[in-house]
C-alpha cells in the first residue's frame, strides 16, 4: 500500500475544480484525463504510484516518460514523470517543455504556464481560471 500523505497534504481547493490527485489512473483509464503528471525532488518525499500505472504502459494503454530535471539553485534534482494516453503524446511533450524551461532555471513560471498546464493536464478553461484565481487570492492573504 501506498503511502500518499505527502501528496495529500494541501490546502482546501474549492470545489468544481479538481484535483485529480490520487484519482489520476481512474481518470485516465476512463479516459476522462488525457495525461498525468508526477513530480518530487530526488530522492522523493512519498511513494511514486509507478506500480499502479507500469501494467498499463506494458499493455500499450498509457505512455511514460520520465526526466530528471537539474536547477543551479536547487541542491536536489527534481523528477517528473509523464503518463498521456498513446493519442495525447504530444501533451507529455509540451508540458515537459513549460517544466524543462523552469525547472531548468531558464525563466520563470508565468500565469499563462499556469493556464497551459492545467489545460494540458485536461482541466477545462473555467476550472483553470478558478483555480488561478484561488492561487492568487491565498497568495495576498498569506502575504498581509
Given at each position: 500500500?501506498?503511502?500518499?500523505?505527502?501528496?495529500?497534504?494541501?490546502?482546501?481547493?474549492?470545489?468544481?475544480?479538481?484535483?485529480?490527485?490520487?484519482?489520476?489512473?481512474?481518470?485516465?483509464?476512463?479516459?476522462?484525463?488525457?495525461?498525468?503528471?508526477?513530480?518530487?525532488?530526488?530522492p522523493s518525499s512519498f511513494e511514486w504510484p509507478e506500480a499502479d500505472f507500469e501494467p498499463h504502459?506494458?499493455?500499450?494503454?498509457?505512455?511514460?516518460?520520465?526526466?530528471?530535471?537539474?536547477h543551479p539553485d536547487m541542491l536536489f534534482p527534481m523528477r517528473l514523470v509523464y503518463y498521456a494516453l498513446?493519442?495525447?503524446?504530444?501533451?507529455?511533450?509540451?508540458?515537459?517543455?513549460?517544466?524543462?524551461?523552469?525547472h531548468a532555471g531558464r525563466r520563470k513560471s508565468t500565469n499563462q504556464d499556469e493556464f497551459e498546464t492545467g489545460r494540458l493536464l485536461g482541466y477545462s478553461d473555467e476550472q483553470v481560471r478558478v483555480f488561478l484565481h484561488w492561487i492568487r487570492r491565498q497568495a495576498k492573504q498569506g502575504g498581509t
Open positions: 500500500m501506498r503511502d500518499n500523505s505527502a501528496m495529500d497534504e494541501r490546502p482546501d481547493i474549492p470545489e468544481g475544480i479538481g484535483p485529480h490527485e490520487l484519482r489520476e489512473l481512474e481518470l485516465m483509464l476512463a479516459g476522462e484525463k488525457p495525461l498525468a503528471m508526477f513530480s518530487d525532488v530526488v504502459v506494458q499493455a500499450g494503454t498509457f505512455i511514460k516518460r520520465e526526466e530528471i530535471l537539474r498513446p493519442q495525447e503524446a504530444w501533451r507529455i511533450e509540451k508540458l515537459h517543455a513549460i517544466n524543462a524551461e523552469i
